[in-house]
């Protein structure tokens, strides 16, 4: 069995439970070399998290499935991802750039033998190509034909390559060492970017540096004052009228501010007087200026009825929110 699920790839459009919410707000940013300013790219890592949160949740049916079936004991079982994703600053989503080799190069495979009761953590340098002849290691299998990668059932083997090879364009490896790059895969950023851990799928919505601020009265954050900002929100009128139970859910406020805002500021995004989400200002395409703005608010600070009233956006700056 095989099943090429495309979770938690793009589009990211899933909230935690499976429910979708109005992903196509957010247009793809026309920018050069597919490097997204970092506003959209914090956004998008955030957004990853979330349908992420989900994936899990849908592996843990088909886990289930399995041993309903009676074929999870007896199965060999296999999961992967074909490549990471490139959160990096600066740096294209994916493909190999200076920066982004620890977000590219490394993903987890988990296998789970017939009969395996115990798992066990192995740091060795997999790499895909590996994957053939481990499986068929495992199920007592002869490959017929000359194979690229190595059996990774057995002990390390010292003389293993530590490096590894990515392919921007066919034909052409371009390789990362090894020993750092895993390094940095090792240190983690979801646990420090979110507050899953700590609270759930609550936590998932409060990301980055302004995760203190998510759920707090706007009032906590400065005193609230001075001209009024004016902006236009994207898909206005799927505000109209909000169901937080429905099977989708106007969860992604995206807008462009009427006139210039100082360059240091961020958007506050408030449902029902408390901070839902954040996000910097960002040209939605190379030379504009940078006054649009993008957030996934949770669903669950919706209020069944009108939704428009239940918005509040603010413009915090040093001095405090307008």
Do not use: C
């Given at each position: 069995?095989?099943?090429?699920?495309?979770?938690?790839?793009?589009?990211?459009?899933?909230?935690?439970?499976?429910?979708?919410?109005?992903?196509?707000?957010?247009?793809?940013?026309?920018?050069?070399?597919?490097?997204?300013?970092?506003?959209?790219?914090?956004?998008?890592?955030?957004?990853?998290?979330?349908?992420?949160?989900?994936?899990?949740?849908?592996?843990?049916?088909?886990?289930?499935?399995?041993?309903?079936?009676?074929?999870?004991?007896?199965?060999?079982?296999?999961m992967t991802a074909d490549h990471g994703e490139g959160f990096t600053g600066g740096n294209p989503r994916r493909l190999l750039a200076?920066?982004?080799?620890?977000?590219?190069?490394?993903?987890?495979?988990?296998?789970?033998?017939?009969?395996?009761?115990?798992?066990?953590?192995?740091?060795?340098?997999?790499?895909?190509?590996?994957?053939?002849?481990?499986?068929?290691?495992?199920?007592?299998?002869?490959?017929?034909?000359?194979?690229?990668?190595?059996?990774?059932?057995?002990?390390?083997?010292?003389?293993?390559?530590?490096?590894?090879?990515?392919?921007?364009?066919?034909?052409?490896?371009?390789?990362?060492?090894?020993?750092?790059?895993?390094?940095?895969?090792?240190?983690?950023?979801?646990?420090?970017?979110?507050?899953?851990?700590?609270?759930?799928?609550?936590?998932?919505?409060?990301?980055?540096?302004?995760?203190?601020?998510?759920?707090?009265?706007?009032?906590?954050?400065g005193p609230i004052g001075g001209p009024p900002a004016t902006a236009t929100i994207r898909d206005w009128e799927l505000f109209t009228?909000?169901?937080?139970?429905?099977?989708?859910?106007?969860?992604?406020?995206?807008?462009?501010?009427s006139g210039s805002a100082p360059k240091d500021a961020t958007v506050v995004v408030a449902v029902n007087d408390q901070v839902a989400?954040?996000?910097?200002?960002?040209?939605?395409?190379?030379?504009?200026?940078?006054?649009?703005?993008?957030?996934?608010?949770?669903?669950?600070?919706?209020?069944?009825?009108?939704?428009?009233?239940?918005?509040?956006?603010?413009?915090?700056?040093?001095?405090?929110?307008?």
């Amino acid at each position: 069995y095989f099943l090429h699920l495309l979770l938690p790839h793009t589009p990211w459009k899933y909230l935690p439970d499976g429910r979708v919410y109005n992903s196509s707000s957010l247009p793809n940013a026309a920018v050069a070399r597919d490097v997204w300013p970092t506003p959209v790219q914090q956004l998008n890592q955030q957004r990853h998290l979330v349908q992420l949160a989900y994936t899990d949740k849908v592996v843990a049916r088909i886990i289930d499935r399995l041993k309903t079936q009676g074929l999870y004991d007896k199965s060999l079982v296999v999961m992967t991802a074909d490549h990471g994703e490139g959160f990096t600053g600066g740096n294209p989503r994916r493909l190999l750039a200076e920066g982004n080799a620890s977000d590219l190069m490394w993903v987890p495979t988990l296998i789970k033998a017939p009969g395996q009761t115990q798992g066990r953590v192995d740091d060795r340098n997999w790499q895909h190509v590996d994957l053939l002849p481990t499986v068929a290691d495992h199920v007592g299998l002869t490959i017929p034909w000359k194979v690229d990668g190595r059996s990774q059932t057995g002990p390390p083997d010292p003389k293993a390559p530590t490096d590894k090879a990515w392919y921007n364009h066919p034909g052409e490896p371009l390789h990362r060492p090894g020993p750092p790059n895993f390094a940095k895969v090792l240190r983690g950023v979801t646990d420090t970017l979110i507050r899953a851990h700590q609270h759930g799928d609550r936590g998932f919505y409060q990301y980055g540096a302004t995760a203190d601020w998510i759920y707090q009265p706007p009032a906590r954050l400065g005193p609230i004052g001075g001209p009024p900002a004016t902006a236009t929100i994207r898909d206005w009128e799927l505000f109209t009228r909000v169901d937080p139970e429905a099977p989708a859910v106007p969860t992604l406020v995206v807008g462009q501010l009427s006139g210039s805002a100082p360059k240091d500021a961020t958007v506050v995004v408030a449902v029902n007087d408390q901070v839902a989400a954040t996000s910097g200002l960002f040209p939605m395409q190379d030379g504009q200026p940078a006054t649009s703005f993008a957030a996934l608010v949770p669903d669950f600070l919706y209020k069944p009825g009108p939704g428009h009233p239940q918005l509040q956006l603010y413009l915090a700056t040093k001095t405090g929110l307008q």
